[in-house]
């Protein structure tokens, strides 16, 4: 008996079909993985059963969730199953909690809602909950405010309100993917524990094939808002009948043909980081003292010659963006310097700065918040070009963006567009676009794929590498996610508090890490064929 | 609140102490400069006080004296430095028109003045959040168009031709309420609060239509925030929702407004006043600028920046108290 069961789900809205007959079910002490790229319907299939579609959105077919049938069900009634029966984990912790609500107000609420329960009662089963979710009374008491609080911290909090009266159901859309690889071991473990401890349910939606593979008894995986295939996970993965289920399997170990032609330079190195430090301010103690400062950056020293792609891999907070950033000249260390072609690019002026800035370049991770949506595509991608010794004039200026477009494999015609007529991957093909607009020798790209589908990802990976080839620029890659290092560098930093703890050749670190918290990374990290090996060999 | 400052260690507390004090010495520094804005204004404006006061046919040694006399002749610092030091004593110098001392001028009209203005803020936060929460809770539906259709009229009509609008139907028409004049607060609180109450009313409604449009875009960017969808997820009601998760969040840009209009309130009384024929601050200021008096002028005016400025405090104190991620920070 099916705790979930979907039967011909199709939803639209205005004249839009969001969804069409959607077939998918999920038992007591089961988990289902949802898994398809973004727009496939993943949430909106969740937001279906939780009942908080937008208006606009007309729904046909059967949802039956515990013998009630969901589409008829009035508000009245699911407000009454919502966070009680059902309960649901959202994609990014950072805003998922109210904040001007203490955490323990946040997970009492729902609590006194449904059981009438006292303040103190409520908040004594709050407590319990943290608890159970590794946040304890003494680190974290019912007074903290979200803010306070690391994502990851925050995403137990979540846990902790959508888990905290043991409901059926728990659907959870993406839990993990804001979190860097070792948050997300440890929240799914937390997750696997809880579908154990109260044969609860658990639909589990994710684009990442390796977390489903890991955690899901059964898959069904979504497409343009259509079933494409559905069953057992090991088997459907390992056979891979159905097309798509291959396409979306081999492009999540998708790794770029890399052809070594360019000669990794010699001589002077491109980039030369001498022992800087990064230090931040401490909190304020009293009106006239401060704590100690925070080391974001430790004593930091490497160097990369031209040509070369380096990985610099690292749990969030680790200090790998602050150092980025110094490279980039957005920040100053505190102590320590940084030499670009030779040249000292620490405590310049913006007009010193010039000609280094032309040599290198930015990828930022989001291509929906990187550019100005009020701004044609010529324009930003010509961006950049102002940092040259000779402006150049209109036809020059379309001419070289028109190159740069073409070499991301965009058409020159797209130059009079704006931002939102691109898809996500199209967007991080312009901002890759304006990064090599001025033909500069390092480029530095912040998580460049984390926010882009499996098949883009693999698509921008190619891209990366073949501009590396073609064009001979540096990279240093800023992720935590190995599969992407492993990808596309050649040499690895492993950074960890600050601190560079491991460097070597990409394979070697990643597969015997010599240090600890590269140990932790590569333990952490999914891996599709290993988690498709367990699963059979469990089965049998 | 209360959490917080029970909390063991310091960190918050004293962050909000800070936090006080620079607001504090903020507050401070704006009313020193506007204090030197109002005295430089008013000393460049030309106009002889000694020579008003006398008349055309005074002789110019009999001005001279007089202008000794006023201490009109000191350096200019000295003659801030005591105009200001006047201040703090509450000690304003005396009026040229009226020869009395311009704190009596003050006490006089400020007991009509303030409750008018107090009771304006007020109504216009009353009929603006609940319209707000009104208009969101139905966002793109018949009654949030209606709502918002009787805002904009709001913001538009003129308040003067609304008072008049007022004395009409109330005062001429249903003889509720006197068409103005004030009885002085000595003839009882009941008929010296209906006297204000027009006023009040034709001061707070276009405030209110400002404010209840603030509240509504606040209110409905909050809704779109994720931790809204979080709440509903825990099976709270729309209603519920909109209440203890977004009416807090989307309070502090209300605010702030709050604390802007408050000038332009106080800006509104000027005309309300004449209007209404109130004996209050805004009547005296206007009167002594056609007179040329300037030292009630000068003095009104401080009061006004002083009061304006103590409000914005208030709001950037309440800022903390409603968002906890102010209290902390560093």
């Known amino acids: 008996m099916s705790l979930l069961e979907i039967e011909s789900l199709s939803l639209t809205i205005g004249d839009t079909p969001i969804l069409r007959n959607i077939e998918l079910s999920v038992a007591p002490g089961e988990v289902m993985g949802l898994v398809g790229e973004s727009g496939s319907g993943k949430s909106i299939t969740a937001l279906t059963v939780m009942q908080l579609l937008p208006y606009a959105a007309r729904t046909t077919g059967r949802v039956a969730f515990d013998g009630i049938d969901i589409l008829a069900a009035s508000e009245d009634q699911m407000c009454a199953l919502r966070g009680d029966d059902i309960g649901m984990v959202f994609q990014e912790p950072m805003t998922a909690l109210n904040p001007v609500k203490t955490i323990g107000e946040q997970v009492a609420e729902g609590i006194r809602w449904h059981t009438g329960a006292s303040r103190a009662d409520a908040e004594e089963r709050a407590r319990k909950m943290l608890d159970r979710v590794g946040l304890p009374a003494a680190q974290f008491p019912l007074s903290r405010y979200p803010h306070e609080l690391s994502g990851g911290q925050r995403q137990r909090v979540v846990i902790a309100i959508a888990c905290a009266l043991k409901p059926k159901l728990l659907i959870a859309d993406e839990p993990t993917t804001a979190l860097d690889v070792v948050l997300q071991a440890q929240i799914l473990d937390l997750l696997r524990d809880l579908v154990a401890e109260n044969r609860m349910g658990l639909l589990l939606i994710s684009h990442d094939l390796a977390v489903v593979t890991e955690m899901a008894d059964r898959i069904t995986i979504l497409r343009h808002g259509e079933v494409m295939e559905a069953g057992d996970t090991a088997r459907t993965l390992s056979e891979q009948l159905h097309p798509y289920t291959r396409q979306l399997a081999q492009a999540s170990m998708h790794v770029p043909a890399r052809a070594r032609t360019h000669e990794v330079g010699q001589g002077q190195p491109l980039l030369r980081v001498d022992s800087v430090t990064r230090d931040y301010p401490g909190r304020r103690t009293s009106l006239f003292k401060r704590s100690a400062p925070t080391r974001a950056v430790d004593n930091v020293s490497f160097s990369m010659t031209s040509g070369q792609s380096v990985a610099l891999v690292g749990r969030s907070g680790c200090g790998k963006s602050t150092l980025a950033r110094m490279i980039l000249a957005l920040d100053g260390p505190t102590s320590g310097t940084i030499r670009f072609r030779g040249q000292e690019i620490t405590g310049k002026s913006e007009a010193d700065l010039k000609s280094a800035r032309r040599d290198m370049q930015v990828v930022f991770q989001d291509p929906y918040g990187s550019f100005d949506p009020r701004q044609k595509v010529e324009r930003l991608v010509a961006e950049p070009l102002h940092v040259l010794e000779k402006k150049p004039d209109g036809a020059e200026r379309r001419e070289m963006v028109a190159n740069a477009l073409h070499e991301v494999g965009l058409s020159p015609r797209d130059m009079d567009k704006y931002p939102h007529e691109f898809s996500g991957g199209q967007r991080q093909r312009l901002s890759i676009a304006r990064a090599i607009i001025t033909r500069p020798k390092l480029v530095v790209a912040d998580e460049p794929v984390s926010a882009l589908d499996v098949s883009i990802r693999a698509q921008i990976l190619d891209l990366f590498a073949e501009l590396n080839q073609k064009l001979g620029i540096a990279y240093l890659f800023i992720t935590h996610d190995l599969i992407v290092a492993r990808a596309i560098s050649d040499e690895v930093m492993v950074m960890h508090d600050g601190r560079i703890v491991e460097r070597g050749k990409t394979s070697e670190v990643l597969d015997h890490p010599q240090s600890e918290a590269a140990r932790a990374l590569v333990g952490a990290a999914p891996d599709l064929h290993r988690a498709i090996a367990r699963r059979l060999r469990e089965q049998g | ?330």
Do not use: C
């Open chain 2, 1 to 330: 609140m209360p959490s917080v400052w029970t909390k063991q260690d310091s960190g918050p507390v004293t962050a909000m102490t800070a936090y006080l004090l620079k607001r504090l010495a903020i507050a401070f520094a704006t009313l020193v400069l506007a204090s030197m804005v109002v005295f430089a204004v008013l000393e460049i404006i030309p106009g002889d006080p000694a020579r008003l006061m006398l008349g055309m046919n005074a002789s110019a040694d009999q001005v001279e004296l007089l202008r000794n006399q006023m201490g009109l002749n000191a350096p200019l610092a000295l003659r801030y430095l005591h105009w200001a030091g006047g201040l703090l004593s509450l000690d304003f110098g005396r009026s040229y028109t009226y020869s009395v001392p311009v704190i009596d001028l003050v006490r006089e009209r400020v007991v009509v003045s303030l409750p008018l203005a107090l009771i304006a803020l007020a109504l216009s936060t009353l009929i603006a959040i609940p319209v707000g929460l009104f208009s969101a809770g139905r966002h793109g539906r018949a009654g949030d168009t209606i709502a918002m259709g009787a805002a904009q009229l709001g913001v538009a009509v003129p308040n003067f031709w609304f008072a008049l609008m007022l004395i009409y139907l109330f005062a001429v028409w249903l003889r509720l309420v006197p068409a103005g004049g004030f009885p002085g607060w000595g003839a009882g609180i009941w008929p010296a609060l209906k006297a204000l109450v027009l006023p009040a009313i034709a001061l707070a409604l276009p405030q209110a239509a400002i404010l209840a449009r603030v509240t509504r875009s606040a209110l409905i960017e909050v809704l779109n925030e994720d931790y809204i969808r979080t709440a509903r997820a825990k099976g709270l009601p729309y209603r519920a929702v909109l209440w203890r998760h977004a009416l807090r969040n989307a309070m502090i840009p209300v605010l702030t407004i709050l604390g802007l209009q408050f000038a332009f309130l106080l800006a509104g009384t000027i005309i309300i006043e004449n209007v209404f024929y109130l004996p209050g601050l805004g009547r005296l200021v206007f009167q002594a600028i056609t007179q040329r008096d300037l030292i009630v002028v000068e003095s009104v005016v401080m009061l006004l920046v002083a009061a304006v400025i103590a409000v914005n405090l208030l709001v950037d104190l309440s800022y903390a108290v409603v968002d906890p991620r102010l209290r902390s920070r560093p």
